[in-house]
């Protein structure tokens, strides 16, 4: 009898124990998600003057999942610890494509330097983005951008231009932005790897 009394008790010991993790999981799960859609909620009620101003020189930048073309996530936090030169582009964006290969030369150039380059896409479709990126033999660090308008990192690709002469601000590709090692955005102007100017901006903080 004892050891089967023993036994009874240590079973309900059990299933208090699980029934008390599962509640606590279920707790902080749902916090997730109604933290994910507070702030997925906020970012909708700002304006696009004000992404305009988040993403100035100067602010610290914001943080974002990335995929690579294997489907890996990674986080751009990844890329702290060294000068940091963004290129943002989508394969319908005829600049963009023209721009990509000096873009990629000027990657090689300082390969041994301080600094990384990475290619960030914000095409609407893996599969489509990741096809172009394999047919074309595209060298050096390519990612996927998917959920580009689910965070403050979006706030980047983000431009005041002139349209019908009226000043707009929206989205810009391509667009080239240079972060700080700890994360400051130090460049975020019209600049352009054809233009001589590009480089000596990257020049200016190695």
Do not use: H
């Not at 810009?172 to 001589?196: E, H, Q, T």
């Amino acid at each position: 009898m004892i050891p089967i009394l023993n036994q009874i008790i240590d079973m309900k010991t059990i299933l208090a124990f699980l029934l008390v993790v599962l509640v606590s999981f279920s707790c902080n799960n749902t916090t997730d998600i109604r933290k994910t859609e507070t702030e997925q909620n906020e970012i909708a009620t700002i304006t696009e003057e004000q992404k305009l101003a988040m993403a100035a020189e100067g602010k610290q930048v914001g943080s974002a999942t990335i995929t690579t073309i294997d489907s890996t996530f990674i986080g751009t936090d990844t890329f702290r610890g060294k000068l940091l030169v963004i290129d943002f582009w989508a394969t319908w964006c005829s600049p963009c494509i023209k721009e990509a290969p000096m873009f990629k030369e000027i990657a090689k150039k300082y390969k041994n330097e301080n600094v990384t380059f990475i290619s960030i896409s914000i095409d609407s479709n893996f599969s489509n983005w990741k096809e172009y990126v394999t047919e074309n033999n595209w060298e050096g660090n390519n990612y996927w951008y998917g959920r580009f308008n689910k965070d403050s990192f979006a706030y980047l690709i983000y431009s005041k231009f002139n349209m019908k002469g009226e000043e707009v601000v929206g989205i810009s590709l391509p667009k080239y932005v240079i972060i700080s090692p700890g994360g400051k955005i130090l460049s975020n102007a019209d600049l352009r790897p054809s233009k001589p100017a590009f480089e000596t901006e990257i020049k200016k903080y190695l």
